[in-house]
């Protein structure tokens, strides 16, 4: 199992790109330090997922699990989804700070090529 993302530091004002992989009993954590450059330059790029149903609209991001929301139209549904996506990284960014307290990390870069 694999988990990759970003943390933001607000005491240090930093974002760090941070990669975890689960192998068996192992956890192995890479952690880079992004410049300012690298953060103004990076550009994600996610699937949102809309499905008209009943009520409105239902949606959800397909690479982030967590990320869903509804809609009584799609303008609404697009709205909400990408606060659903804020609330999510921001959810996410602080276990991982919890996480890595007090614990010897190696720092290396990691470049990933979307798919």
Known sequence: MRFSGFVFSPAKKKVFAIHVDFFMKFMHIYIKELSLSEVLHMK???????QKVAEGY??????LPGANTQGATLE????????AVALVLDAN???AEESLQGQNVIRETLQVSPA
């Open 44 to 50: 994600i790029k996610l699937t949102a997922v809309f």
């Open 58 to 63: 239902i949606g959800f991001v397909e690479e």
């Open 76 to 83: 609404e549904a697009r709205a909400y989804l990408e606060e």
């Open 93 to 95: 960014r602080s276990l």
